[in-house]
Every structure is written in structure tokens, then in C-alpha cells.
Nanobody, 115 residues
Framework: QVQLVESGGGLVQAGGSLTLSCVAS????????MAWYRQAPGKQRELVAS???????NYADSVRGRFTISRDNAKKTVYLQMNSLKPKDTAVYYC?????????WGQGTQVTVSS
């Protein structure tokens, strides 16, 4: 059984930084795209950033230039470095990955940015 476990969320002041991590475990033959989504209260879940197996990243306009997605294939881990955080970045952040041709989600980690 495949699992994704996120870590690194927390409370930070505006302008601060956080790094999220997501580790995949279980019977894994291949990991394709890995991504971070977020969902703020009362809003739909939205894509924040994604990264291909080759390391090409894509970003939502709202985070481009502030967030950086990366991955370590040997560790089966994807990261999200978040800089210059704003109160509007407050949300539950979810890891998503296409593993063995199936899509998996993590349980989410809360990021709260205070003004």
C-alpha cells in the first residue's frame, strides 16, 4: 500500500519561510508527477506547483517567484520551499503524486501565515 506523508507546516509571520516535505512509502515501482495543492477555508483545492520525474517545475501564478518545488527521487520525496509568505497563503497543503499509474494524496499539513 502506498502512502504519502507530509511534514513541515506550521505558523509563520508574513514575510517568513517554510519548507514542506512529502515522503512516499510502500510498494513503489515508479513515481511520475509530484505536486503540491492547497485548500483554504471555504475555497476549492488548487494546484500550487508540480514537478515532473525529470525535475521540471510548474507554478501557479500566485506563487511563482516565491515558492520552489524540488524532488529527490532516491528518497521518494518532494519538497516545497515557500518564501515571502503572505496571509493569503494560509491553507492546508496537500501532496499529490502519480505512483504506479495511480494518484495518491497525503493527509495534508496546515500552513498559517499571520499578518
Amino acid at each position: 500500500q502506498v502512502q504519502l506523508v507530509e511534514s513541515g507546516g506550521g505558523l509563520v509571520q508574513a514575510g517568513g519561510s517554510l519548507t514542506l516535505s512529502c515522503v512516499a512509502s510502500g510498494t513503489i515501482f515508479s513515481i511520475y508527477v509530484m505536486a503540491w495543492y492547497r485548500q483554504a477555508p471555504g475555497k476549492q483545492r488548487e494546484l500550487v506547483a508540480s514537478i515532473s520525474s525529470g525535475g521540471t517545475g510548474n507554478y501557479a501564478d500566485s506563487v511563482r517567484g516565491r515558492f520552489t518545488i524540488s524532488r529527490d527521487n532516491a528518497k521518494k520525496t518532494v519538497y516545497l520551499q515557500m518564501n515571502s509568505l503572505k496571509p493569503k497563503d494560509t491553507a492546508v497543503y496537500y501532496c499529490n503524486a502519480l505512483i504506479n499509474f495511480q494518484s495518491y494524496w497525503g493527509q495534508g499539513t496546515q500552513v498559517t501565515v499571520s499578518s
